[in-house]
């Protein structure tokens, strides 16, 4: 359901998308990614949205992100809020969904096609907005793990459904060979 000369741009829900390709056992290569769309449509953004902690001298997210802003990506983040919940556990909030809403809303009048890469469900009402300005909506998610990792009802709404499964092949990073060290210690282990 793409048309070579409509206007595309991308909106990735990166903790999503994230935990989608994971549940599913494999790592997206977004350069490939990337190219993948501007093969299906003339890609205008490609946006990617994710909080970071501020505290941590070291973010494990940091070198993506920073690769994802040089290799054209528009990066969109903000400081994710840290807390201890009511069993004295750590836990990081860094909700992006108000932020992607306001993008989409606002380039909706300059493209034909948005590519949701979320399954989260609040995002149906957007969906939804999108369609009533005559923008068409495809969102990228998976129904293939346990549980699915798409809303139904955004499923539902959207224009097409595209299983990040079957795009595997396409933009997923090759598994890595072992290291020889790690091969030299499995090797050793075994004897």
Do not use: C
Not at 37 to 55: C, D, I, P
Not at 132 to 141: A, E, K, L, P, T
Not at 164 to 172: H, K, M, N, W
């Amino acid at each position: 359901m793409f048309y070579k000369d409509e206007r595309l741009a991308l909106f990735i829900d990166g903790s999503n998308l994230y935990a989608a390709a994971k549940a599913l056992g494999f790592d997206i290569d977004y350069k490939l990614l990337r190219q993948e769309f501007m093969r299906r449509g003339k890609l205008l953004r490609a946006f990617y949205y994710t909080a970071l902690l501020e505290n941590d001298d070291y973010s494990p997210i940091r070198p993506l992100v920073d690769w994802l802003h040089y290799n054209g990506f528009t990066m969109v983040t903000k400081p994710a809020k840290e807390y201890t919940d009511s069993q004295g556990r750590r836990k990081v909030k860094g909700n992006m969904d108000i932020e992607l809403t306001v993008d989409a809303m606002e380039l909706a009048p300059r493209v034909d096609h948005i590519v949701l890469f979320s399954g989260d469900g609040d995002f149906r009402p957007l969906v939804e907005s999108l369609q009533r300005q005559g923008v068409r909506v495809s969102v990228v998610s998976t129904i293939r793990s346990q549980p699915p990792m798409i809303a139904d009802e955004l499923r539902r709404q959207a224009d097409n459904f595209i299983e990040l499964d079957e795009l595997r092949d396409v933009i997923g990073r090759p598994p890595r060979e072992p290291r020889m060290a790690d091969r030299d210690e499995a090797s050793f282990e075994a004897k």
